[in-house]
């Protein structure tokens, strides 16, 4: 089951507000067994999806993202890099960093480093410019 941890804390979150499968599921505008798909781990939830679970709950939606994210890197960080705070931007920020071009550069960053990249690429080459500038000026204040 790839989504172990997932599916194990959806459940227990229901079980928790004492909500039943068809309650969670019409509130999410989908089937009872396609959100019992997302309890038993068959079936993942899209990040849209995991960001309306987490509002119900009300709890952070990183606490639900960072259990979708691996880490088959040799190198343990303890946490995942800050997420953004909007839907579209999670599901850019989520698709970049499990992009296969992306695996080599990211390998060995720890996450700020990952988090600045991330930004830093959305970024135009004048914008980059600047921002580059700015860093050897701060650097050099120091």
């Known amino acids: 089951m790839k989504n172990e941890l997932l599916s194990k804390r959806l459940k227990d979150l229901r079980k928790a507000n004492s909500y039943t499968q068809e309650y969670v599921a019409s509130y999410l505008n989908i089937g009872r067994q396609a959100y019992s798909h997302y309890e038993t781990?068959?079936?993942?939830?899209?990040t849209?999806?995991?960001?309306s679970i987490a509002t119900l709950y009300s709890i952070p939606y990183n606490r639900l993202f960072e259990l979708l994210m691996t880490n088959d890197n040799p190198y343990d960080y303890q946490?995942?890099?800050?997420?953004?705070s909007t839907v579209n931007d999670l599901s850019d920020f989520l698709e970049y960093m499990n992009h296969p071009k992306n695996e080599k550069k990211l390998k060995l960053l720890g996450v700020k480093e990952k988090e600045l990249l991330y930004y830093f690429e959305k970024l135009t080459a004048k914008d980059q410019s600047d921002i580059l500038d700015f860093?050897?000026?701060?650097?050099k204040k120091k």
């Open 41 to 46: 781990g068959r079936n993942t939830p899209s």
């Open 48 to 51: 849209e999806t995991l960001y």
């Open 79 to 84: 946490t995942a890099p800050v997420a953004p």
């Open 135 to 139: 860093i050897k000026i701060k650097v």
